[in-house]
């Protein structure tokens, strides 16, 4: 069995390796050929933790796992990440034990490969702002994979938090993009593209505020509850997600399916567009949003990269197991 420790992680994939797995595990998922299993995630009652894990089969790839791990809000005192997470992998042919994989910037990447890939097959092609909602661990991530897919000028930001928008303003500096802060309005109206990235339960971003043409990546809301735009302009929009069932109970769909203001069917998965069996945008005047709920597949993938790579180049520690 190999394992691969957190801190070699970051040598040993890039966004690009990232955002081929997730695109190639999206189309997977759409023609049947790969599936999640029912997410757990429970209160433990024991460090105010909460603990859970997903998992998921991809026939294609033959990745078999789990991601396990959740939120401990007392770690930071401890000068640990709250939220931590490791894969774990298995061998599809003998069920053995194949690799152990650490999982928080793999987390990052994968779910920033996510709304990239949801941009590069929804997103105008002229985009030229990029507006952020939300300035925290996420969001940095974020902007670094959507600025891969267009050609972006220019980023701009809102944050509930003020004070934490300077990570947005350091992100841009460093991609060489400049940064303006701006209230919601003027954020949606000058957006081409906007990734919402909160840990909110209550709507930020409103449908009057966002101009026709607008492609919308919402993945901060995974969990029953949260919500980061209003019920209205998530059935304004052509919505598509990475899975449905998740995007209806746990995504950011959950709030227009519990007013009966939209139903399953009006969502298309990302991987349809992607192998081509349904259409992306079709109108440049359209408003699309990506319910990016965040799979165990995701996490599967980026991991089998990880552990392929770090074999080739001899980084991988082996364990009799
Ligand atoms: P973080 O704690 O570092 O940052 C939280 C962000 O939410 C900050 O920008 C903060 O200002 C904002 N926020 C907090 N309360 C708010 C409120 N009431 N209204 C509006 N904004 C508010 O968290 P993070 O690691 O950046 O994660 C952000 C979200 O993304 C979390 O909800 C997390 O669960 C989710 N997430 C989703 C996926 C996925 O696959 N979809 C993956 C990882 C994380």
Redesign the pocket.
């Known amino acids: 069995m190999y394992i691969v420790p957190e801190k070699d992680i970051a040598t040993l994939v890039n966004r690009s390796d990232c955002f081929d797995a997730v695109e190639k595990v999206f189309a997977s998922m759409a023609r049947r050929r790969a599936y999640n299993f029912p997410v757990i995630r429970e209160a433990i009652g024991h460090a105010d933790a909460l603990y859970g894990f997903k998992s998921g089969f991809d026939r294609d790839g033959l990745a078999l796992g789990l991601k396990s791990g959740g939120y401990w809000p007392g770690n930071e005192a401890k000068g640990l990440t709250n ?1 931590q997470s490791t894969v774990i992998l298995f061998d599809a042919d003998t069920g053995r034990a194949r690799a152990v994989v650490g999982g928080n910037l793999l ?1 990052a990447l994968r ?1 920033a490969a ?1 709304s990239a890939v949801s941009i590069k097959h929804l997103a105008r092609e002229d985009a030229k702002v990029l507006g952020m909602i ?6 940095a991530f974020q902007m670094r994979a959507a600025v891969e897919q267009r050609d972006f000028e220019k980023v701009i930001g809102w ?3 003020p004070e ?1 928008l300077s990570r947005l303003e350091q992100t841009a500096t460093e991609l060489g993009l400049p940064f303006e802060a701006v209230d919601l309005d003027r954020l949606g109206a000058e957006a081409d593209v906007i990734i919402s ?6 709507p ?1 971003l409103m449908s009057h505020q966002v101009r026709p043409g607008t492609h919308i990546a919402c ?2 809301t ?1 969990t029953r509850g ?1 919500q980061e735009v209003d019920a209205a302009l998530v059935v304004r929009a052509t919505v598509f997600t990475d899975e449905i069932e998740q995007a209806i109970t746990i995504g950011e769909c959950q709030h227009a399916v519990a007013e009966g203001s939209m139903g399953a069917a009006d969502i298309i998965e990302i991987g349809s567009v992607i192998n081509g069996d349904r259409p992306g945008r079709t109108l440049e005047e359209e408003v699309t949003l990506f319910d ?3 799979v165990g597949l995701q996490d599967l993938v980026v991991a089998e990269a990880v552990v392929a790579r770090a074999v080739e180049q001899g980084m991988a520690i082996e364990v009799d197991f």
Do not use: E, R
């Not at 939300?134 to 969001?139: D, I, K, L, N, T």
């Not at 990235?197 to 209550?202: D, N």
């Open positions: 939220h987390t779910t996510a939300g300035a925290g661990h996420q969001s944050n509930y938090h934490m990235i909160t840990s909110s339960f209550a930020s993945m901060g995974d949260k990016g709920t965040g």
